[in-house]
């Protein structure tokens, strides 16, 4: 009634809108049961003249008539003068009309919204004429995509439906051939008029097909956005305003050539060598060097993109502007890699290039990032990169820095990793204030038919999911697809939001340049064999227009071939190349500043550990938390004033001293503010104002680096790619991701193999990202328990079989070699240690820790600030600290273990009064593996038999990654003894789900461990 209220003193003319929005279903039963006034039920006729209009009530009209009949002058006069009419039987077209006293002499009124003219006879009819002309125009724009001209071969529907959509077809609508010239008055939902109120129904269907139906498919109705959507059609439907001048024409064709003759003079050279070319799809140059000019010039700087191997090298030179020469190279297999790395294939590689923008004359920075055959393993990687480039400029809405993702159709609809990313473009902690996505839609993906690749209409569909609008172009139409490509560049900087450009094309080579297309596809291909290049058609079609001549034409054509010439011969010179060239964040200075070969300190003073202990620990008076937290508090001030930390503590010590030093600090991951287990609450949350929190750690100095903690989406493959990619723009910043258990790390596996173990040796693409995964066999069952160690193990890069050699610089080349570190720690101060050395160290490697769960709360898993102080450093392995040590010569076993069995093993050991007879030493690192304090250990207890102890199954855990490398200490010293093993049996599953069993397991683990026969 509220609303009503607000009605009735409206006039009819501006109310009317809103009561079209009411129910049609709603009205319409009340006109056939013969319910509602009479006023009711005429107004019903009219309003469901509209199919395409619902709502909320019903009741609107009714409630008028009401207040009507009680009190004419409680309505606006001329509802007055509606009711009246409709009272004496007037039909509902013509129940309105204007009373005297809103008349001006001056002022015309405004016409109903069905009028033609002011003072035309409007009837039942002509309402529902002009309401199906207004479904039309809408099922223009909502369906027009469906039918428009896409596919450069004229084969293929973009949509794979042949059919035309119902909606589209004018007859459905009631309208006869005689009704093309009539005049209808254009609604405000539509630009197509440009300055013209109204246009001949024949002129609006041919207006709407010419920008909907031709070769750019607009999808955009589906945004809830009526901002959004009304800047699209005014992109789109405004007579004119897609126009190009001769100097931009021209632009485009020196740009085909560039991207076409380019892909010739490649083909001509290495005729029997993979390259991933771009034939078929040679207007993705001109196209992306459009998206790069328009957002130049309105102040992008930086742009960071990703793709995958289909056209990567004319990317590389022709949008990046790559030296030819350094191409090239890539083609000579017998150049030898001046530095390190095993490299990968050319179309695999990244780089980072600074250049001026000739249409600009501004300086930009292009970066594109290497990336395996995991075609959108790179999306979230290049999201990453791009938001710490933003967060290091300060660019705080996207205005400096953007990402541009490459997709091929059949991996954009196929692979889930895209929807993560896209998932994670409106996060506030992970925007990147909008992406464009070029999808090159060759139509096929490899050689599967995109009837059984993909379920959705279109392959861009997921696209669908963050509101981001679709332009479907069809990619022989360089003019079209430049027009997107601005469009898409001033949606980006307007919204702030991600768009697609939806390339349809083809491939004129096939999967690659020795693979045989015909076998699969016959008829595209007989069709490709007789369709001319697109720079051919366009350059035919501006010589025709006389925009160029057949001698500009040709004179490009020889000035770029010069060039490609020019850049062969100089690439025959080269004697060697350097991986480091390929890199896409250089760090240059990073490491002109650093001995490789000098092992930092990673201790801190005791004032700096109590001051963030006590900052850590402490709230404002004025914010509310919650009683439990602050008992927490309480815990952790008292562990300070006793000098101990726990391992939440130990981790705080760790980020607050790098804080103070300068050094950026990002933890992401599922739950990770508060933590998994309820231990770390970085954030703390006031518990009587929504969304007001504090974060302790960002206010221990005033002049600090920025702690950024954020819960992440539920994704872990999306999650930890954007956090490798944030980690590869700055070697000074610690960037960590935290599963919520060790396991979930599975679903990330890909990142994890294809790009942070193997980045190295691949890319010379150094990172220090640091992994915590949860682990720990606590009886849970087999979800939750392991980190699945033993798979990080596999991947590591040393030998088993070679022993280092021994010298004074043993750790730090172990550390300068090894792909990375893993570790399976078991005292808050080797994960104080162990982050610090993260940043401390002269080179960058990624940090994979399994971290505890029971250990969290143990007391006798603290460690006192005497660890973390001057003289402390990080151990790789923790010796036996108890009566053994003292009693080396007598110790009859000696056990080695690594991660939280260790204080079961001690409390079983002091149970079984076990002390002075088994030493215990822990491998706190498994990668590199510490053979020289193995050996010390192997030494210290001549007389000892050895057992290697954990808690997962034989076939899983450090087992057999520790047995090998054990044995071969053991030649070293010449010693013949034999490893036992002490743990769980082989088994398909990582745990049991049984307690009992667990119980029982973790019996005949202690029995065989420290059983001395």
């Given at each position: 009634?509220?609303?009503?209220?607000k009605?009735?003193?409206?006039?009819y003319?501006?109310?009317?809108?809103?009561?079209?929005?009411?129910?049609?279903?709603?009205?319409a039963?009340?006109?056939e049961d013969?319910?509602?006034s009479?006023a009711?039920?005429?107004f019903?006729?009219?309003?469901?003249?509209?199919?395409?209009?619902?709502?909320?009530?019903?009741?609107?009209?009714?409630?008028m008539?009401?207040?009507?009949?009680?009190d004419?002058n409680?309505?606006?006069k001329?509802?007055?003068?509606?009711?009246?009419?409709?009272?004496?039987?007037?039909?509902?077209?013509?129940?309105?009309?204007?009373?005297?006293?809103?008349?001006s002499?001056?002022?015309?009124?405004?016409l109903?919204?069905?009028a033609?003219t002011?003072?035309?006879?409007?009837?039942?009819?002509?309402i529902?004429?002009?309401?199906?002309?207004?479904s039309?125009?809408r099922?223009?724009?909502?369906?027009?995509?469906?039918?428009s001209?896409?596919d450069?071969?004229?084969?293929?529907h973009?949509?794979?439906?042949?059919?035309?959509?119902?909606?589209?077809?004018?007859?459905?609508?009631?309208?006869?051939?005689?009704?093309m010239?009539?005049?209808?008055?254009?609604?405000?939902?539509?630009?197509i008029?440009?300055?013209?109120?109204?246009?001949?129904?024949?002129?609006?269907?041919?207006?709407?097909?010419?920008?909907y139906?031709?070769h750019?498919?607009?999808?955009?109705?589906?945004?809830?956005?009526?901002?959004?959507?009304?800047?699209?059609?005014?992109?789109f439907e405004?007579?004119?305003i897609m126009?190009?001048s001769?100097?931009?024409?021209?632009?485009i064709?020196?740009?085909?050539?560039?991207?076409?003759?380019?892909e010739?003079?490649?083909?001509?050279?290495w005729s029997?060598?993979?390259?991933?070319g771009?034939?078929?799809?040679?207007?993705?140059?001109?196209?992306?060097?459009?998206?790069?000019?328009?957002s130049?010039?309105?102040?992008?700087?930086?742009?960071?993109?990703g793709?995958?191997?289909?056209?990567?090298?004319?990317?590389l030179a022709?949008?990046c502007?790559?030296?030819l020469?350094?191409?090239i190279?890539?083609?000579?297999?017998?150049?030898?890699?001046s530095?390190?790395?095993?490299?990968?294939?050319?179309y695999?590689?990244?780089?980072?290039?600074?250049?001026l923008?000739?249409?600009?004359?501004k300086?930009?920075r292009?970066?594109v990032?290497a990336?395996?055959?995991?075609?959108?393993?790179v999306?979230?990687v290049?999201?990453?990169?791009?938001?710490?480039?933003?967060?290091?400029?300060g660019?705080?809405?996207?205005?400096k820095?953007?990402?541009?993702?490459?997709h091929?159709?059949?991996a954009?609809?196929?692979?889930g990793?895209?929807?993560?990313?896209?998932?994670?473009?409106?996060?506030?902690?992970?925007t990147?204030?909008?992406?464009?996505?070029?999808?090159?839609?060759?139509?096929?993906?490899?050689?599967t038919d995109?009837?059984?690749?993909r379920?959705?209409?279109y392959?861009t569909?997921?696209?669908?999911?963050?509101?981001?609008?679709?332009?479907?172009?069809?990619?022989?139409?360089?003019?079209?697809v430049?027009?997107?490509?601005?469009?898409?560049?001033?949606?980006?900087?307007?919204?702030?939001?991600?768009v697609?450009?939806?390339?349809?094309c083809?491939?004129?080579?096939?999967?690659?340049?020795?693979?045989?297309?015909m076998?699969?596809?016959?008829?595209?291909?007989?069709?490709?064999?007789k369709?001319p290049?697109?720079?051919?058609?366009?350059?035919?079609?501006?010589?025709?227009?006389?925009?160029?001549?057949?001698?500009?034409y040709e004179?490009?054509?020889?000035?770029?071939?010069?060039?490609?010439?020019?850049a062969?011969?100089?690439?025959k010179?080269?004697?060697?190349?350097s991986?480091?060239?390929?890199?896409?964040?250089p760090?240059?200075?990073?490491?002109?500043?650093?001995?490789?070969?000098?092992?930092?300190?990673?201790?801190?003073?005791?004032?700096?550990?109590?001051?963030?202990?006590?900052?850590?620990?402490?709230?404002?008076?004025?914010?509310?938390?919650?009683?439990?937290?602050?008992?927490?508090l309480?815990?952790?001030?008292?562990?300070?004033?006793?000098?101990?930390a726990?391992?939440?503590?130990?981790?705080?010590?760790?980020?607050?001293?790098?804080?103070k030093e300068?050094?950026?600090?990002?933890?992401?991951?599922q739950?990770v503010?508060?933590g998994?287990?309820?231990h770390?609450?970085?954030?703390?949350?006031?518990?009587?104002?929504?969304?007001?929190t504090?974060?302790?750690?960002n206010?221990?100095?005033?002049?600090?680096?920025?702690?950024?903690?954020?819960?992440?989406?539920l994704?872990?493959?999306?999650?930890?790619?954007?956090e490798?990619g944030?980690?590869?723009?700055?070697?000074?910043?610690?960037?960590?991701?935290?599963?919520?258990?060790?396991?979930?790390a599975?679903?990330?596996?890909?990142?994890?193999?294809?790009?942070?173990s193997?980045?190295?040796?691949?890319?010379?693409?150094?990172s220090g990202?640091?992994?915590?995964?949860?682990?720990g066999?606590?009886g849970?069952?087999?979800?939750?328990?392991?980190?699945?160690?033993?798979?990080?193990?596999q991947l590591?890069?040393d030998?088993?079989?070679?022993?280092?050699?021994e010298?004074?610089?043993?750790?730090?080349?172990?550390?300068?070699?090894?792909?990375?570190?893993v570790?399976?720690?078991?005292?808050?101060?080797n994960?104080?240690?162990?982050?610090r050395?993260?940043?401390?160290?002269?080179?960058?490697?990624?940090?994979?820790?399994?971290?505890?769960?029971s250990?969290?709360?143990?007391?006798?898993?603290?460690?006192?600030?005497?660890?973390?102080?001057?003289?402390?450093?990080?151990?790789r392995?923790?010796?036996?600290?108890?009566?053994?040590?003292?009693?080396?010569?007598?110790?009859?076993?000696?056990?080695?273990?690594?991660?939280?069995?260790?204080?079961?093993?001690v409390?079983?050991?002091e149970?079984?009064d076990?002390v002075?007879?088994?030493?215990?030493?822990?491998?706190?690192?498994?990668?590199p593996?510490?053979?020289?304090?193995v050996?010390?250990e192997?030494?210290?207890?001549?007389?000892?038999?050895?057992?290697?102890?954990?808690?997962?199954h034989?076939?899983?855990?450090?087992?057999?990654?520790?047995?090998?490398r054990?044995?071969?200490?053991?030649?070293?010293?010449?010693?013949?003894?034999e490893l036992?093993?002490?743990?769980?049996?082989?088994?398909?599953?990582?745990?049991?789900?049984?307690?009992?069993?667990?119980?029982?397991?973790?019996?005949?683990?202690?029995?065989?461990?420290?059983?001395?026969?």
């Amino acid at each position: 009634m509220h609303r009503i209220g607000k009605l009735l003193t409206k006039p009819y003319g501006r109310v009317l809108p809103h009561l079209l929005r009411a129910s049609t279903r709603g009205y319409a039963s009340r006109v056939e049961d013969g319910t509602g006034s009479h006023a009711a039920r005429a107004f019903a006729t009219q309003a469901a003249a509209e199919p395409f209009l619902s709502g909320s009530s019903s009741t609107y009209v009714e409630e008028m008539y009401l207040a009507w009949q009680s009190d004419p002058n409680s309505v606006h006069k001329s509802w007055d003068s509606f009711f009246r009419q409709t009272a004496r039987g007037a039909p509902p077209g013509q129940a309105y009309t204007r009373p005297p006293s809103l008349t001006s002499s001056t002022v015309p009124m405004a016409l109903p919204i069905h009028a033609v003219t002011q003072g035309a006879p409007v009837d039942e009819k002509t309402i529902e004429d002009h309401l199906s002309v207004q479904s039309i125009i809408r099922s223009y724009q909502t369906r027009g995509h469906n039918v428009s001209d896409l596919d450069p071969l004229g084969i293929l529907h973009a949509d794979l439906d042949s059919e035309t959509p119902p909606e589209l077809i004018i007859s459905n609508y009631g309208l006869e051939e005689h009704d093309m010239e009539r005049v209808f008055r254009l609604p405000t939902t539509t630009y197509i008029g440009g300055n013209e109120a109204a246009l001949p129904l024949k002129e609006i269907i041919r207006r709407l097909e010419e920008v909907y139906c031709r070769h750019i498919g607009v999808e955009f109705m589906f945004i809830n956005n009526l901002d959004q959507t009304d800047w699209i059609r005014r992109r789109f439907e405004t007579p004119g305003i897609m126009q190009f001048s001769n100097e931009e024409k021209r632009l485009i064709m020196a740009r085909l050539i560039r991207s076409t003759r380019f892909e010739e003079f490649l083909a001509r050279k290495w005729s029997s060598e993979k390259r991933f070319g771009l034939e078929g799809c040679e207007v993705l140059i001109p196209a992306m060097k459009t998206i790069i000019d328009s957002s130049s010039a309105i102040g992008v700087e930086s742009f960071v993109i990703g793709m995958p191997h289909r056209g990567r090298l004319n990317v590389l030179a022709n949008v990046c502007r790559k030296p030819l020469e350094k191409i090239i190279c890539q083609f000579d297999s017998k150049l030898e890699a001046s530095d390190e790395g095993s490299g990968d294939v050319k179309y695999h590689l990244g780089m980072s290039h600074e250049r001026l923008n000739r249409v600009t004359s501004k300086h930009i920075r292009l970066a594109v990032v290497a990336n395996p055959s995991h075609l959108e393993a790179v999306d979230p990687v290049v999201q990453g990169k791009t938001k710490a480039e933003q967060f290091y400029r300060g660019d705080t809405d996207g205005k400096k820095v953007m990402s541009i993702l490459l997709h091929g159709d059949a991996a954009f609809a196929g692979q889930g990793i895209v929807y993560e990313t896209l998932h994670l473009s409106d996060l506030p902690a992970f925007t990147t204030h909008g992406t464009i996505h070029i999808v090159v839609n060759n139509q096929i993906g490899f050689t599967t038919d995109p009837r059984s690749s993909r379920s959705s209409p279109y392959c861009t569909d997921v696209a669908r999911v963050v509101n981001a609008p679709i332009f479907h172009v069809n990619a022989d139409d360089p003019e079209a697809v430049t027009y997107v490509c601005k469009v898409a560049a001033d949606w980006r900087a307007t919204f702030g939001k991600d768009v697609v450009i939806d390339l349809v094309c083809y491939r004129r080579m096939g999967h690659n340049e020795m693979d045989e297309p015909m076998f699969t596809q016959p008829l595209m291909y007989k069709k490709i064999a007789k369709t001319p290049t697109v720079l051919t058609k366009f350059a035919e079609h501006l010589i025709q227009n006389n925009i160029v001549t057949q001698q500009e034409y040709e004179e490009e054509i020889a000035k770029y071939d010069k060039i490609c010439e020019e850049a062969y011969s100089l690439a025959k010179k080269e004697t060697a190349v350097s991986n480091a060239e390929w890199l896409d964040s250089p760090w240059t200075d990073f490491f002109k500043k650093k001995d490789q070969m000098k092992l930092p300190n990673t201790f801190v003073d005791e004032d700096t550990l109590n001051h963030i202990g006590k900052n850590f620990s402490t709230i404002p008076e004025d914010f509310v938390i919650h009683g439990g937290l602050k008992r927490v508090l309480r815990a952790r001030a008292e562990m300070v004033k006793n000098r101990m930390a726990d391992w939440a503590l130990g981790e705080a010590l760790a980020f607050g001293s790098l804080l103070k030093e300068g050094i950026h600090v990002r933890l992401s991951g599922q739950d990770v503010e508060r933590g998994t287990f309820s231990h770390r609450h970085h954030v703390l949350h006031h518990q009587e104002i929504d969304r007001k929190t504090y974060v302790p750690l960002n206010h221990l100095y005033p002049d600090q680096s920025h702690y950024t903690v954020c819960n992440s989406s539920l994704s872990e493959y999306g999650v930890l790619g954007f956090e490798l990619g944030y980690s590869m723009t700055n070697p000074n910043a610690l960037v960590i991701w935290e599963a919520q258990f060790g396991d979930f790390a599975n679903t990330a596996q890909c990142i994890i193999d294809q790009f942070i173990s193997s980045g190295q040796a691949k890319w010379v693409r150094q990172s220090g990202i640091v992994l915590l995964l949860p682990h720990g066999y606590e009886g849970m069952g087999p979800e939750h328990s392991s980190c699945r160690i033993e798979r990080f193990l596999q991947l590591s890069n040393d030998d088993q079989d070679y022993f280092p050699v021994e010298d004074e610089n043993f750790e730090i080349q172990q550390l300068h070699e090894t792909n990375w570190f893993v570790c399976n720690l078991t005292t808050p101060a080797n994960l104080f240690h162990a982050l610090r050395r993260q940043i401390s160290l002269p080179f960058r490697k990624p940090l994979v820790v399994a971290t505890p769960k029971s250990l969290l709360r143990l007391p006798e898993a603290r460690s006192s600030f005497d660890d973390m102080i001057q003289g402390s450093k990080f151990q790789r392995l923790i010796p036996e600290n108890g009566p053994a040590r003292d009693n080396s010569d007598t110790v009859k076993k000696l056990l080695f273990c690594s991660g939280k069995i260790y204080y079961e093993l001690v409390k079983e050991r002091e149970k079984k009064d076990l002390v002075s007879d088994i030493a215990i030493s822990r491998i706190e690192q498994l990668t590199p593996f510490p053979h020289d304090q193995v050996k010390k250990e192997l030494l210290k207890y001549p007389k000892a038999s050895l057992c290697w102890v954990q808690e997962e199954h034989k076939n899983m855990g450090p087992y057999a990654y520790i047995e090998p490398r054990l044995r071969t200490v053991l030649r070293k010293i010449d010693d013949s003894r034999e490893l036992e093993y002490a743990g769980r049996y082989p088994a398909a599953s990582a745990a049991t789900g049984n307690k009992q069993m667990h119980l029982m397991e973790l019996s005949g683990l202690f029995h065989a461990a420290l059983s001395l026969d």
